[in-house]
């Protein structure tokens, strides 16, 4: 069957860096997707890799591995305003997005 | 990014009632547009694929006779809910793709109560 398994919730300090990890199973592979949700709002895009390797975007990288079926969402210089759920979602061969529960980031002062 | 407008944000209404959410496509012709449905600190799960000018695919255990999806244009698809229930009370989102493996673009969402 197809997974996507991240953490529940995780807590981290205002200014530190904060790693989320998500390992997928998917019949197929089209990409991996790290949308940010916010209490009652709609998932927003935050990056996609589909090779191998590191994307970096300003404060927010994002990992992929293929072969281990795994990627983290790396979070650099926390601010408050993110604390929200970020969402693990992996495209099938058939270019259908298979979501994680999301991982709740709280962010301490 | 395309750009998803849905409607309305929120609503209540009675038991037994049936309840219409409309997602837009504004600038970006969808031949497919997808329906979640989001329980509190769960995930999206998928509902239904919206195909416009056929029938709606719909997943495992959703009730096509229930919610009803009408996707008459490239820009409109709609979720009707009907004879609602308070345990179909959820957060229901629409996105829209572009090309097979880019992103998801999503509506603002609707908050669904029925009381």
């Known amino acids: 069957g197809q997974n996507i398994d991240q953490p529940t919730e995780m807590t981290a300090t205002e200014g530190a860096i904060v790693q989320i990890n998500c390992t997928y199973q998917t019949s197929g592979f089209n990409g991996l997707f790290w949308y940010q949700q916010h209490a009652g709002e709609a998932p927003t895009f935050l990056s996609y890799n589909v090779l191998d390797g590191l994307e970096e975007k300003g404060r927010f990288s994002s990992f992929l591995s293929r072969s281990k079926g795994y990627s983290y969402l790396l979070l650099k210089e926390l601010q408050m305003k993110d604390s929200a759920s970020y969402l693990c979602a992996a495209m099938d061969s058939n270019y259908q997005l298979i979501w994680g529960a999301g991982t709740k980031l709280i962010i301490k002062p | 990014g395309a750009v998803v407008s849905q409607h309305p944000s929120w609503v209540i209404c009675k038991s037994g009632t049936s309840v219409k959410i409309e997602c837009r496509s504004l600038?970006?012709?969808?031949?497919?547009m997808f329906w979640y449905r989001q329980f509190p600190k769960q995930s999206l799960m998928l509902m239904a694929t919206?195909?416009?000018?056929?029938?709606?695919?719909?997943e495992q255990g959703v009730e096509k006779d229930k919610f009803l999806i009408n996707h008459a244009s490239l820009t409109l698809s709609t979720l009707t809910v009907t004879s609602a229930h308070p345990e179909d009370s959820s957060f229901y989102i629409c996105?829209?793709?572009?090309?097979?493996?880019?992103?998801?673009?999503f509506g603002q969402g609707t908050r669904l109560t029925v009381v």
């Open positions: 919206s195909n416009e000018g056929s029938k709606a695919t719909y």
């Open positions: 600038d970006f012709q969808a031949t497919t």
């Open positions: 996105s829209v793709q572009g090309d097979m493996n880019t992103e998801a673009f």
